[in-house]
């Protein structure tokens, strides 16, 4: 085991968490707009219009108080609620890598560096980039929650664990977690004197778990039409993929332990690795299961937000590496090793928040643009791209806002670059809006439309890249985007 460590001696680590910190987060705070679907929630704030927080006062009634709170905390202080929901993110990723630590430092029993390790890890996660939309901050919030609840019922303070527990499976893939870790208390705990009073009260809690969800899938708030959240087999060969992966982890590990000499040592190593197998799996679970992928690298969309709670097994698997490797080798060669790690995670998380940049610049530079000339007709408004390709994940709705922000007004009807196979034709677009309800247009901020007039409109950008580059964050900083040579030309 490893010698105890000075708090001088810590100094260095406390700073590489800042670094890591730093890196990992600050472009959340300079993101000025909303982002992918949450744009309307955007809109409900500008306006303060109920009626577009509505669907989660329908059936996600938590994430509606959210947004209540949200507005209510802006209107008292005035200040912009997306730089409220970027510092909930930040405090929430912040607070997942500290309850992280704690975890395993408590629950697993790692020493200190192993445990700052994984939380490490935990704050370079690379899917973080999707919380520049406000849309998934709430799955990072209660994550946090979560995981808190586990370490105050640890220490014993059950009341308030029991109620931050109780808010947290608002994030309805917590309930796959819960289980994950009432099986890891059993496989940390579990000998012969106690095996079947723990395999009856562990089978009796997950149990009741599945009953709780199946009551709430049921008769509670979980699914806003019948699609969503629909059990289905489509992604059967990623439980494949698993148990492919698992079988692999657990022979690499078997062989691993036999060079742990101590015998107390080895049962710890092999009941951790079960654990992170463990968490593993019921972190995919509950996307598995409704046929959704986890898409570590889908770093133009936010699909990756199905990730977010792998990041847990994540760092339990760094701590467990680095806890073996300070008995194999020399402590510069470990240091070396996860500096390497941590900058793979952080170039692949800005990988996601490069492509996060140029959508934000080039819904921008659409409105700097579009407030150089008149207003259009009122009616369709196709933007076609000319010398560059649009970003991934751009809707019409962030189309839509582009316009309002230059004209204070949502009286056109936007194409969608995301549906990238559909020309926007006049036929096309009026297509595409033509059985829109009222409340449909209100939804896609084109309730303000008096006319059906058709206007196309040429964007060209130089040198613009639809994956983004880092250094796009200082051109969104400043608000400058010159770099691309921007016109509008109206066709």
């Known amino acids: 085991m490893s010698s105890p460590i000075s708090s001088a001696g810590k100094r260095p680590y406390y700073w590489l968490t800042l670094a890591v910190s730093v890196i990992s ?106 919380l520049v939309s406000g849309a998934v901050l709430s799955y990072a919030l209660f994550l946090w929650i979560f995981l808190a ?43 012969t004197s106690n095996a079947r009073d723990k395999l009856i009260r562990t089978f009796l809690f997950c149990l009741g778990m599945f009953l709780w969800f199946i009551v709430v899938y049921a008769f509670g708030d979980i699914r806003t039409h019948d699609e969503e959240n629909a059990f289905s087999l489509h992604r059967l060969h990623s439980f494949i993929n698993f148990g492919a992966m698992a079988a692999i982890v657990g022979a690499g590990s078997f062989l691993l332990s036999r060079t742990v000499t101590n015998a107390e040592e080895r049962a710890v190593f092999t009941r951790r690795i079960l654990c992170l197998l463990t968490l593993a799996f019921f972190a995919g679970l509950a996307y598995w299961a409704v046929g959704k992928p986890l898409r570590f690298f889908a770093f133009g969309s936010y699909t990756a937000r199905h990730t977010f709670l792998t990041c847990i097994p994540l760092g339990l698997g760094m ?85 309002y922000r230059a004209y204070g007004k949502t009286a056109w009807m936007l194409n969608d670059p995301f549906m990238r196979d559909l020309t926007p034709t ?47 964050w200082w051109y969104y900083a400043i608000g400058d985007y010159t770099a691309f040579n921007p016109r509008l030309v109206k066709a």
């Open 25 to 130: 987060l600050l472009p959340l705070l300079l993101v000025r707009m909303e982002t992918w679907d949450f744009v309307r929630i955007e809109m409900g704030f500008i306006r303060q219009d109920p009626f577009q927080f509505q669907v989660f006062k329908d059936h996600h009634y938590l994430r509606y108080l959210l947004l209540v709170a949200t507005n209510e905390f802006s209107l008292f202080t005035g200040l912009p609620t997306k730089l409220i929901t970027n510092v909930l993110a930040v405090l929430s990723v912040l607070g997942i890598a500290r309850e992280s630590f704690v975890l395993l430092r408590n629950k697993f029993d790692f020493s200190f560096l192993p445990a700052m390790a994984g939380a490490w890890v935990v704050l370079a996660f690379p899917t973080w980039h999707t």
């Open 319 to 403: 701590a467990i590496a680095v806890d073996l490797a300070l008995r194999k080798l020399n402590g510069r060669i470990v240091a070396y090793a996860i500096t390497f790690v941590l900058a793979v995670m952080l170039v692949l998380q800005h990988q996601g928040l490069s492509h996060k940049a140029a959508e934000l610049i080039y819904r921008e530079i659409i409105t700097q643009e579009f407030k150089k000339i008149p207003p259009p007709p009122s009616g369709y408004v196709a933007i076609f791209p000319v010398g560059f390709t649009q970003p991934r994940h751009v809707h019409k709705l962030g189309l839509a806002m582009s316009l």
């Open 426 to 472: 006049k036929e096309n677009m009026i297509a595409m809006y033509k059985d829109y309800s009222r409340d449909e247009m209100k939804k896609n901020l084109a309730d303000e439309v008096t006319g059906d007039a058709y206007t196309k409109f040429e964007l060209h950008l130089e040198n613009y890249y639809q994956e983004g580059r880092f250094w796009y």
């Open 149 to 191: 609840s586990i370490n105050l019922w640890d220490k014993k303070r059950r009341i308030i664990a029991t109620g931050l527990f109780l808010i947290s499976l608002a994030y309805y893939s917590i309930f796959a977690m819960v289980v994950g870790f009432a099986c890891c208390q059993t496989i940390l705990t579990i000998n």
